[in-house]
């Protein structure tokens, strides 16, 4: 047994004495080590220093890895297990309708034919624009012309006009001059139906002075604007605009706009003539397109597209030249898939239009215009199989070949690549309009073999054709997409089947078990026949 002394002295520690663990690792503290820890540190810093001045432009090396040769192997690798950040974009790239920073335009109100009523009125009719818009803005313009006999149409013109400037302008205009439409609406009698509607020229200037100017709208005529729009050579109420984003300040007066006229739509359904209602639907078609505009909802103007077709006179006449007409607003497949969309669906008109401009939409995009009846309504489910045929992915890159690859081989992969995309993107477009066409149509027994056709040239010459890859995800959803449309057509092929479809096959079937067990009967009874011959057990 150890005494005191011994304990003692074992706790003593001798500074070059190791302490080994139960483990297979050695932890050393020694004062040695760590001085020749310390040494060796010293002179890695000395060797580091030295080699800093032996090479002054290693810091300037540029060690980026991307730029790093690879070897075949590790570029084999990163080729099979890389992932093309190509997509198809869920939204439409839009087309550039309205210039940013674009200033508002200064109305002028034409009160040359107009005679105060009162000192009020005449001190606002005498005062400069900087000052007559105070009265609106203090609310002073209700007094004066709210519930009035007859209001002055320059003034509704001006108040138009104004719905194109800043929010906090533009707010007060459209109430104002929505209070007094509606006020003159429930004073106008049997006999009086004058009602005040902007034309379309009044319209145009609207969206130039929103800062329009693409030539579709056919605005190169405005550069002679009327007297009551005038450029703004002061900076009257500009700092408004600064605090509500372009887009926003773009999309707020689109809107007023599109209600007063929806609001002229419904009161005084005959004010525009065909031509009007055609010119108004391209224009405003145009301007939903603008690419500050792809994100925000768009539920006035489609409103208002619905109240313009119902008022054409003549439909469906005017059918083919407004398919004509809106197929023709962009060159981008996307773009006029997203003009199909303004149209809801919700009327037979809209119905109508929605397929008819579809498929001349398809027919457009694959240069077959000319090649199929697009104008019979019975014949459209045949051409869209027609045109099917043509959607097949391999036919489509033959389409757009016309981009030959470049000679240069390194750039070769790269352009095949973004050649692919492209036609899938275009496919994608292509598969989503047929979708329409087919889902617009009311498919009658008749048309049961067309809608048959339809399902089996989509399942042979689109489906059977995309090949999925994991390093090109696009395909996958091309590949999602012609399958959801080949079940919807599926379902309506269940739905409309016709009757006699279903008696033929019962029928069929019937006789074909009919038939089977009067044979089974026969092979009985002469298998009885024989056993009875021979004398054995029957």
């Known amino acids: 047994m150890a005494g005191p002394s011994q304990k003692t002295s074992a706790l003593v520690v001798d500074t070059h004495t190791s302490f080994t663990s139960g483990t297979s690792e050695s932890y050393v503290n020694s004062l040695d080590y760590l001085l020749q820890e310390k040494r060796e540190l010293a002179l890695e810093q000395k060797q580091e220093k030295a080699l800093v001045h032996d090479c002054p432009d290693l810091n300037s090396l540029d060690l980026d890895e991307d730029e790093v040769p690879l070897t075949p192997e590790h570029r084999l690798l990163v080729e099979r297990f890389s992932v093309s950040l190509q997509v198809i974009p869920p939204v439409h790239p839009g087309e550039t309708v309205f210039l940013p920073g674009r200033q508002p335009q200064h109305c002028i109100l034409d009160h040359s034919n107009l005679k105060p009523r009162s000192q009020l009125e005449a001190l606002f009719l005498s005062c400069p624009p900087a000052q007559q818009l105070s009265f609106l803005h203090r609310g002073l313009l209700s007094n004066l012309y709210l519930h009035t006999p007859d209001c002055p149409v320059p003034l509704l013109q001006w108040l138009f006009q104004l719905l194109t400037w800043p929010p906090e302008t533009s707010s007060g205009a459209f109430g104002l001059l929505w209070d007094l439409s509606m006020d003159g609406l429930f004073h106008q009698t049997d006999g009086d139906k004058h009602w005040w509607c902007p034309s379309l020229q009044e319209v145009m200037e609207a969206f130039h002075s929103l800062g329009a100017h693409s030539p579709a709208l056919g605005l190169q005529g405005l550069c002679q604007h009327s007297g009551r729009v005038l450029k703004n050579n002061i900076s009257l109420s500009w700092s408004e605009q600064q605090d509500t984003p372009p887009a926003i300040a773009l999309d707020i007066s689109l809107s007023y706009i599109c209600k007063f006229l929806a609001l002229c739509a419904l009161t005084q359904p005959v004010a525009y003539t065909d031509g009007d209602l055609l010119g108004l639907i391209e224009l405003l078609c145009q301007a939903g397109l603008d690419v500050e505009l792809r994100l925000l909802p768009k ?200 009757q006699a479809q279903y008696f033929n096959l019962w029928k069929d079937n019937s006789l074909r078990l009919l038939a089977w067990a009067g044979s089974e009967q026969g092979s009985r009874n002469r298998r009885k026949q024989r056993t009875e011959a021979r004398g054995g057990p029957v």
């Open 299 to 498: 539920t006035d103007l489609q409103q208002l597209l619905l109240l313009l077709l119902q008022n054409i006179q003549e439909w469906p006449g005017k059918l083919q030249q407004l398919c004509c007409t809106l197929s023709k607003v962009s060159g981008h497949h996307h773009n006029l898939l997203a003009l199909v969309q303004f149209f809801l669906d919700v009327t037979s008109r809209s119905r109508q239009l929605r397929s008819q401009l579809s498929l001349v939409i398809i027919a457009q995009m694959l240069d077959q215009q000319e090649m199929l009846p697009l104008w019979e309504e019975k014949a459209q489910l045949s051409s869209l199989s027609q045109l099917l045929t043509l959607m097949k992915p391999s036919s489509l890159r033959q389409y757009l070949g016309s981009e030959t690859l470049p000679p240069c081989r390194e750039q070769q992969p790269k352009a095949s690549a973004e050649l692919d995309h492209k036609v899938c993107y275009l496919c994608y477009s292509l598969l989503t309009l047929a979708g329409v066409v087919v889902s617009c149509q009311d498919i009658t027994p008749d048309q049961w073999g067309d809608l048959q056709l339809l399902c089996l040239q989509l399942d042979r010459h689109v489906s059977t054709h995309i090949r999925e890859s994991p390093q090109a995800m696009h395909w996958t959803r091309l590949k999602d997409l012609a399958a959801q449309t080949y079940i919807r057509w599926q379902e309506l092929l269940a739905h409309c089947q016709p």
